[in-house]
Structures are given as C-alpha cells and as structure tokens.
C-alpha cells in the first residue's frame, strides 16, 4: 500500500454556516465549495491547507453517520484521511493483515473520490479513512 499524503481532516459540525465562520474569517482559509453526499447523509466543505484539507461535514439527516457521532462525542475533529495509490491494493492488504474494516469495498466521496473507513477499533481509536483521487 502506498500512501501517498495526508488528504483531508475531517471535522464533524453541527452547523455548516457557523462552522465555515471560523476557518474562513478568523483562520482566513479559504471556502473551496460544498457538496452534499446523499449516500453517506451528509454536506461537506473544504477547505484548502497547503497539499491538503480540512473537510466540514454536516450531517442531513439524525440518523446519518456524522450525527451519530456528535450525539456519541461531540462536535469536533471525526477522521483522519489518506489518500493513497491504489485503495482496492490498499483494502486488501489491511485486510490480509487482519485490520478491521467499516467498508470491504471502496464508495463515491464527496468530490467524486473512492473512500473507504477502517473500523476505529484497529486503529487506536482514531477513525481513518482511505481516499483515492483521479
């Protein structure tokens, strides 16, 4: 598996306005655009940072995966993104290796990325998930 870089951190809010208030006015970032996934329910915005991003996701829905989480912990930082080489190449190999994982084949990301999510409990807790972009 080669991963390539880290490709975005994702903050989980509950409001996309007041979230984009502070990295775009107090942190001066800028607001790249935002794109609703309806698959994972969920709106997202990037922010550039350098050869990365920080993604703002805001769940549509109470029973989509970003409320869920901010019901269990909050608002606040969600994941940590890789992008990597190949993500079937990388599944595999995880898998080989015994990690658990949340996603046994990649699905279309926001920005038309295939990502997948490995389970929390094989990474110490952190939720990571692989990106591959074209």
Same mark, same amino acid.
């Given at each position: 598996? =080669?991963?390539? =870089?880290?490709?975005?951190?994702? %903050?989980?809010?509950?409001?996309?306005? *007041?979230? /984009?208030?502070?990295?775009?006015?107090?942190?001066?970032?800028?607001?790249?655009?935002? *794109?609703?996934?309806? @698959?994972?329910?969920?709106?997202?915005?990037?922010?550039?940072?350098?050869?990365?991003?920080?993604?703002?996701?805001?769940?549509?829905?109470?029973? #989509?995966?970003?409320? =869920?989480?901010? *019901?269990? =912990?909050?608002?606040?930082?969600?994941?940590? +993104?890789?992008?990597? *080489?190949?993500?079937? @190449?990388?599944?595999?190999?995880? !898998? +080989? /290796?015994?990690?658990?994982? %949340?996603?046994?084949?990649?699905? /279309?990301?926001?920005? #038309?990325? !295939? %990502? +997948?999510?490995?389970?929390? !409990? +094989?990474?110490?807790?952190?939720?990571? @998930?692989?990106?591959?972009?074209?």
């Amino acid at each position: 598996m =080669k991963i390539l =870089k880290i490709d975005h951190l994702g %903050i989980a809010v509950n409001n996309m306005n *007041e979230g /984009k208030s502070f990295w775009s006015d107090i942190l001066g970032l800028t607001f790249e655009g935002a *794109e609703t996934v309806a @698959e994972q329910k969920v709106t997202t915005a990037f922010f550039p940072v350098g050869e990365s991003e920080v993604e703002l996701l805001e769940s549509t829905s109470p029973d #989509g995966p970003v409320a =869920k989480f901010i *019901e269990k =912990k909050g608002t606040g930082f969600q994941h940590v +993104a890789f992008r990597v *080489e190949n993500i079937e @190449e990388a599944l595999a190999e995880l !898998k +080989a /290796k015994g990690v658990q994982l %949340i996603d046994q084949a990649p699905r /279309k990301g926001a920005g #038309g990325a !295939k %990502i +997948a999510f490995l389970h929390p !409990k +094989a990474t110490g807790g952190v939720l990571v @998930e692989l990106c591959e972009r074209s």
